[in-house]
């Protein structure tokens, strides 16, 4: 499984898409924070079985979590609630990652990631979201949504199907 994964994430970082995305994200967190921390496969490969048991009941008990059914569920709502009516809210353990503090500010500006050999071109534009518990966040929400937060939202709609400049865009 290690083996496989870090064959896929090699082939991964050969994708203009992946790679923007990677550094995207290096920019606006910091490379310390989780979500800025670029997949290394020696770090990878040095996890064991119980370090990743120990962590999944850790980060994925359902401590404070809801259950969503949508559809036609009605045959299967009594089953869902049956199965899952035992699964009890723990607390949530430390995972053991300490959450690194985002930096105040992060680099404006253009970042190139040369690709040597790509036909292809990926562009990320954006900013850190602002706190879930700004004002605006439900606005911001609709407005990501209706602009390009599905496949047939404006941005798809324009700059894919009227104009053919991608295969897909996204808000």
């Given amino acids: 499984m290690k083996t496989r994964i870090g064959q896929s994430m090699r082939v991964e970082r050969q994708k203009t898409s992946f790679r923007a995305t990677e550094e995207f994200n290096k920019q606006l967190f910091g490379e310390e924070a989780a979500y800025g921390r670029p997949f290394s496969e020696a770090s990878f490969g040095k996890i064991t079985a119980d370090e990743l048991r120990a962590f999944h009941a850790a980060a994925y008990a359902p401590a404070g979590a809801e259950l969503f059914l949508s559809g036609d569920v009605a045959a299967y709502a009594a089953t869902v609630a049956e ?3 035992q699964w ?3 607390a949530a353990a430390a995972s053991g990652v300490a959450a690194t503090p985002l930096p105040d500010t992060y ?8 690709v040597e050999g790509s036909i292809q071109a ?3 534009v954006g900013r850190r979201w602002p706190a879930l518990t700004e004002t605006q966040t439900p606005e911001l929400l ?3 949504k209706v602009l390009g937060g599905y496949f047939g ?4 709609k324009n700059i894919r199907e009227d104009k053919g400049y991608t295969y897909g865009i996204h808000a």
Avoid: A, H, K
Wanted: hydrophobic share 50%; aromatic share 0%; proline share 12%.
């Fill in 122 to 124: 990926s562009i990320r």
């Fill in 88 to 90: 009890q809210p723990v």
């Fill in 83 to 85: 199965m899952l009516g």
């Fill in 153 to 156: 939202s404006r941005l798809m």
């Fill in 142 to 144: 609709l407005l990501v």
């Fill in 107 to 114: 680099p404006t500006g253009l970042v190139t990631v040369p």
